[in-house]
């Protein structure tokens, strides 16, 4: 069964630094990957995503990730972490071999504090 | 263009009761879904509707029922509500042309079981 792991459920990083956050996942072959921000109140807002291709994805506010088949991961990275990022992180995976691909699987996530 | 709406935002229910929760998708999106979000916890997959039917289930009980309209708008109704059911419930849209699987979110409905 198709699972997402993300090892840390808070980290604290100080404004300007940078981040990275972990995620693993589960799956027979390379499934589809999500990475989602959620603000308090807030239902969430795709961050970036990735099917095939490039290992290396652009999302938008400045985030990217690295899809490493070896290591079944997806981190998530930011060079510059503005106060504004501070936030609830998930990592989602799809199965791209399943008409209903969009019934995604979440890791349980990670909550980013920005200290000044 | 409005996103994904949801109605309503908070929801106050007795332990037994019915709930019925709506979700109006993103316009030129077919098909919804329904996700479940403890309190701490990753959103989990209810159910998918497409073409007013109902496409694919998670791991939730039949309690847990649904609908879709022509208008593509959704229904989630809960029967026999438990304490645990308590949680934010999530609806996204998409549309099943697109090879994205871009699923846009609705910010939610809040629903407390007492």
């Known amino acids: 069964a198709q699972s997402v792991t993300q090892p840390d459920i808070h980290i604290t990083v100080s404004e300007g630094a940078s981040l990275e956050l972990r995620c693993n996942y589960s799956y027979g072959a390379t499934p589809y990957l999500f990475w989602y921000v959620q603000s308090p109140g807030q239902g969430l807002q795709l961050l970036l995503k990735y099917f095939s291709g490039d290992t290396l994805v652009q999302g938008i506010k400045g985030f990217e990730a690295e899809f490493k088949r070896s290591q079944s991961s997806f981190n998530l990275r930011k060079p510059s972490v503005h106060w504004s990022d501070a936030a609830e992180y998930f990592c989602a995976v799809g199965d791209p071999l399943n008409q209903a691909g969009t019934a995604l699987i979440f890791g349980k996530g990670t909550t980013l504090s920005v200290s000044s | 263009d409005a996103g994904v709406t949801q109605s309503p935002t908070h929801l106050i229910k007795t332990r037994g009761q019915q709930v019925t929760l709506r979700c109006s998708p993103k316009?030129?999106?077919?098909?919804v879904s329904w996700y479940q979000q403890a309190l701490g916890q990753g959103p989990q997959f209810i159910f998918q509707?497409?073409?007013?039917?109902?496409?694919q289930r998670g791991n939730f009980p039949d309690r847990f029922s649904g609908h879709q309209f022509p208008n593509y708008s959704s229904e989630l109704n809960v029967n026999a509500l438990l304490l645990g059911d308590s949680a934010l419930y999530l609806c996204?849209?998409?549309?099943?042309?697109?090879?994205?699987?871009?699923?846009?979110f609705g910010p939610g409905t809040r629903l407390t079981v007492t």
């Open positions: 509707y497409y073409e007013e039917e109902e496409r």
């Open positions: 996204a849209s998409t549309s099943d042309s697109l090879s994205s699987y871009e699923q846009y």
């Open positions: 316009s030129g999106h077919d098909t």
